[in-house]
């Protein structure tokens, strides 16, 4: 099999998910997005993802984006929508486990505590990478998950102790 990379996408890496998502087959894009499903729709959606400050992570094939998680956060920054999406013939264990795993990683990282999981329905595959990520599954459609509120490390000044 050819090496796959995982990348969380800058800015600048819309234009790969942009002509990702033009790559996939009209029904997934039909169950995937919620706008039209045409260049059009796909413009627009690929706007609202600049516009709401969404995560993007793919999976790379020989430097062409064929599967990605977009995390979409809510108002509150604290809940989000995750939407993944994979290229006919890309849609492998292997690569759904990397992007989940990565999503979970990024999810800690900007302190979500719940994600809405849509497009992806191997439930027996995400809580394996759940468990391993100390993640709580809550299965439906879509498929919620709970992550823990991070603790903050203490700063390296901070004393256990205090004087009177």
Same mark, same amino acid.
């Given at each position: 099999?050819?090496?796959?990379?995982?990348?969380?996408?800058?800015?600048?890496?819309?234009?790969?998910?942009?002509?990702?998502?033009?790559?996939?087959?009209?029904?997934?894009?039909?169950?995937?997005?919620? #706008?039209?499903?045409?260049? *059009? /729709?796909? %413009?627009?959606?690929? !706007?609202?993802?600049?516009?709401?400050? +969404?995560?993007?992570?793919?999976?790379?094939?020989?430097?062409?984006?064929?599967?990605?998680?977009?995390?979409?956060?809510?108002?509150?920054?604290?809940?989000?929508?995750?939407?993944?999406?994979?290229?006919?013939?890309?849609?492998?264990?292997?690569?759904?486990?990397?992007?989940?795993?990565?999503?979970?990683?990024?999810?800690?990282?900007?302190?979500? #505590?719940?994600?809405?999981? *849509? /497009?992806? %329905?191997?439930?027996? !595959?995400?809580?394996?990478?759940?468990? +391993?990520?100390?993640?709580?599954?809550?299965?439906?459609?879509?498929?919620?998950?709970?992550?823990?509120?991070?603790?903050?490390?203490?700063?390296?000044?901070?004393?256990?102790?205090?004087?009177?």
């Amino acid at each position: 099999m050819t090496s796959i990379e995982i990348r969380v996408l800058g800015p600048t890496g819309i234009e790969d998910h942009h002509a990702h998502l033009l790559r996939l087959d009209p029904a997934t894009r039909d169950l995937r997005l919620t #706008t039209g499903t045409d260049e *059009r /729709g796909i %413009d627009g959606h690929c !706007l609202r993802l600049i516009g709401s400050q +969404a995560v993007l992570i793919g999976a790379y094939c020989e430097g062409i984006l064929r599967a990605g998680l977009e995390i979409i956060p809510d108002r509150t920054a604290r809940e989000a929508e995750a939407i993944f999406t994979a290229e006919t013939g890309f849609c492998t264990g292997a690569i759904a486990r990397m992007l989940i795993a990565r999503m979970f990683d990024e999810a800690r990282r900007y302190r979500l #505590t719940r994600v809405a999981l *849509r /497009g992806f %329905d191997d439930l027996d !595959l995400i809580n394996r990478i759940a468990e +391993a990520h100390v993640v709580d599954v809550t299965p439906g459609s879509p498929t919620r998950l709970s992550f823990a509120p991070a603790i903050a490390a203490p700063s390296a000044g901070a004393l256990s102790h205090s004087y009177a």
